[in-house]
Structure formats: C-alpha cells, structure tokens
C-alpha cells in the first residue's frame, strides 16, 4: 500500500468551496510525508480501537465511544501490541532497523528477510515470563540442583540438564622439587641468596633450621620446615616407583613433590669422611665354581648364595699364551701365611654411614673389608665410597639392596674409575665387581 496522495487539483481555486483548498491539502500532504510510521502500515478498517502499527493500544473509555462526552487526555490504555498471529506475505526489515512480533507467530512458507546487523525477535509468553534458568524453555531442571552442578547440553534430547561440572583439561606441569642435597647453614647454600646457576625448583635443607629452602629463578625462597615443635610437616614418605615424596601436616602445609629423581647429575667435590656407623651383621662371602671361558669373552662373577650369605661364581675367559715371564715375588699361590687384602671369607661386610636421612653416604676400608652390601629403606639417595686401594690387582664385590619396588638413587665416590656408572635401582638387588689399578676401583663386572 503507498502513501496517501491528497489531490492538489480539485477543488480549483476558482470555485467558491475551494478557497485556500489547495494550500491546505498540500500542508496534509507535507505532513504525511514526515510522519515517522509509514501510511502503508496504517489500517484502515473502520473498526475501533485500532492504532497505527508500532504503536501501543487498549480499551476506551465508553462514553467517549458513545460520543456522550467529548475526547480529552487519557480516554484510551496504551497496554496493547497488536499484530497478527500469522505471516501471508513475504517481508523485508529496513536495513539498519531492528523488528519486533507478538508471538507466538505462524510463519509458514513466508519469507523474512533479516538485513546484516539487524535483528528480529518474536516475542513469546515464555520468554516475557523468564526469570530464571529453569523458566527457559528448554532447561529441564527435574529434581534438586547440588551446590556447584553445572548446566549439560545433551544433544540428543535437546534440552539443558544440571549436572557434576565436567573437569577441565589438565594444566601445564609445574617445574617441581629437584633436591640437591643437605648444608650447614642457608648461607651455605650454591649462589645465596640470588645468584645460583642452577634449575627452577632445586631444594637444599639447611641442617641448622631444618628447613627446605627452594629456587625460584631469582632468588631462594623459604619453603617451609621439615619439622618444628610439633608444628609444621608431621612426616614424609617417598613412593620410590614415582619418585614422588608426600609431606603430611596438621597445620594444612602438606604438599606432595613431582617426580624428583632426575637424570644424573655432575660428578660433586669429594665430600668429607663421616664419622663411624654402628657395626652391621656380618655378612659371609663363599667362592663357588669356578670355569675357564673361550678366549675373547668378558669375565664374569655371579652370586648364586644371598645378600649376606654371597657365593660367587667366576668365569674367567682363557687368553693367549704368553711369554715366559720374570720369577714372580710377593704372595704366591701356594703362600702359608694369612692373606693381608682380599680375605672374603672373615671379614664384616659393614660400613660406616653419615649425611642426611634424605642423602647418606657409606664409607668402609674396602682392603680390609673387601665384600660389602648397602641398604637403606628411608633415604632417597645414597653413595658408595670405599677407602682408595693402596695395591693393584684386588678385587672387591658391592651388592646394593632394592627396597620398595625400585627408585632409589645409587652414585658411586670419586674413588672409582667407572666407565659403567653406578647401577639403577629397579627393584632387583645388583651386585658389581671392582678391582684396584693405581689408586682407583675400576669395573670388573
């Protein structure tokens, strides 16, 4: 539907009816054309109470509908949006204007079309009496809701539900404890107080406070204490499968570490000799077999006794002839006196322990005491470190004892000439060979 069109031609001027006519209708026809709602929206049935579309509507007063009183301000509610309950015709939105409809709306095959950044919103009951979650159409709340329970899309229904809120994704993992061993004092400590070189997350305990002083990257920071007047951590424990160690607390300062075990690190500055341990059970070592092997083949010792019972089988490779050789002196095979070194058969296996519950150190006279087996069931680390031999060509046997399904750190002293390195602790008991050449232990099996 356009625009009215007033006619500017009849009545003419001339005629006596017709005086200002025209003037007048084109002023009408002025205003129309400034009129914020379109004429073509208007209705023009001859029914009451009907108002330009966009505009708000109600009832009247009846006694001006009966014309027994005349309008004034007021006569009429403006409560109602009136519109039709269902679309014939297809329709374009203004672009740059937004629509509005009383729902709910029967579309049918008619077309809407919506202009880029404009918005059309039917208006239904269920949305005018929102006023909360489950007011929504679709959210099914059922029963009660638990504290913190979450909102769940379920796809296949096609509705809201509550719910456990699902966990999220796992963060990043922090850089953890790496523990670096044990100091006097803190000032003790590598780099104190803000110039270490070391990893974000390495930890030394100052033995004065017992306190665990950890690496932030910028400086040492005060972790907390191992233990203070009953306050603080209560205990510890260490999973030696995961390599993580859990402190309890009864003030809610436990914490569990991330796995501290860590590749192995620089060889350290010899450390000092620690005082002497208790004396350990003896432990007895038997030769067993002994067989010659084919020429070219690695040397071999064997324990098929125990830990502390050890007999040891030897396979020694035969080599090529040699040549005649000078008369041999020192001890000889057929010797009548008491062995001064390698005497396996009557010495202790036992060893002198010092350091940390967290790091220990065993220290023994490894001529005199030529057998010897390491254990500790608390320690996350400890080191063999046997008194330098003082003779070349003795031979010496170490069995490191696995306790609680492998994990523990084993190193080996600077007393040693290892090209194999300490052995892994993984969960089976290990037991090496060493001989003596110039001041060091050197590997043999």
């Given at each position: ?88 015709f ?75 809120a ?25 780099g ?13 305990v ?10 932030s ?51 350290g ?68 006196q ?8 009557v ?21 005199a ?23 070349n ?19 080996l002293?600077?007393?040693?000439n290892s ?27």
């Open positions: 539907m356009a625009k009215p069109t007033i006619n500017v031609n009849i009545p003419i001027d001339g005629e006596e009816i017709g005086q200002g006519a025209q003037r007048i209708r084109e002023t009408r026809q002025a205003i129309y054309d400034l009129l914020p709602i379109n004429p073509e929206d208007l209705n023009y049935d001859v029914e009451g109470n009907w108002w330009p579309a966009g505009s708000l509507t109600g009832g009247m007063d009846p006694e001006v509908v009966d014309e027994t009183k005349n309008p004034y301000s007021g006569m009429q509610d403006r409560a109602f949006l009136i519109g039709d309950t269902e679309l014939k297809d329709y374009s939105i203004p672009s740059g204007k937004n629509a509005i409809s009383p729902g709910p709306l029967e579309i049918g095959d008619v077309t809407v079309t919506v202009p880029t950044g404009s918005t059309w919103t039917v208006v239904g009951e269920e949305d005018l009496e929102v006023q909360y979650l489950r007011d929504l159409a679709d959210v099914e709340v059922g029963g009660a809701v638990t504290d913190q329970d979450a909102l769940l899309w379920h796809n296949d229904e096609g509705v809201w539900k509550p719910g456990p699902p966990e999220g994704p796992p963060g990043p993992p922090g850089p953890g404890f790496n523990f670096e061993g044990t100091v006097p004092t803190k000032e003790d400590i590598p104190w107080p803000d110039s270490y070189s070391g990893k974000v997350g390495d930890v030394y100052a033995e004065n406070t017992n306190h665990i002083w950890a690496w990257g910028d400086e040492w920071y005060d972790v907390g204490p191992m233990a203070q007047n009953g306050k603080g951590w209560t205990g510890g424990s260490y999973n030696s499968a995961n390599g993580i160690t859990t402190f309890t607390s009864d003030d809610g300062l436990g914490f569990s570490t991330t796995d501290i075990r860590g590749g192995k690190g620089d060889k500055d010899k450390g000092d000799k620690g005082d002497d341990g208790d004396e350990g059970t003896a432990a007895t070592v038997n030769v067993g077999t002994t067989s010659t092997g084919n020429a070219g083949t690695n040397a071999t010792v064997t324990n098929s006794g125990s830990t502390s019972a050890a007999v040891f089988n030897f396979t020694v490779p035969k080599g090529d002839k040699g040549d005649p050789g000078d008369p041999a002196t020192g001890v000889q095979l057929n010797n009548n008491s062995w001064t070194y390698g005497q396996y058969n010495q202790k296996a036992d060893a002198t322990q010092s350091g940390s519950g967290i790091s220990l150190r065993y220290t023994w006279d490894a001529q005491k030529p057998v010897m087996s390491l254990s500790d069931n608390s320690a996350i680390t400890f080191i063999a470190a046997p008194q330098p031999p003082t003779v060509g003795m031979f010496i046997s170490i069995t490191w004892v696995s306790y609680n399904g492998g994990g523990q750190i084993w190193t002293s600077d007393d040693f090209k194999l390195g300490p052995p892994e602790d993984n969960g089976e008991d290990v037991t090496r060979v060493f001989h003596s050449r110039y001041g060091k232990w050197c590997d043999v099996a």
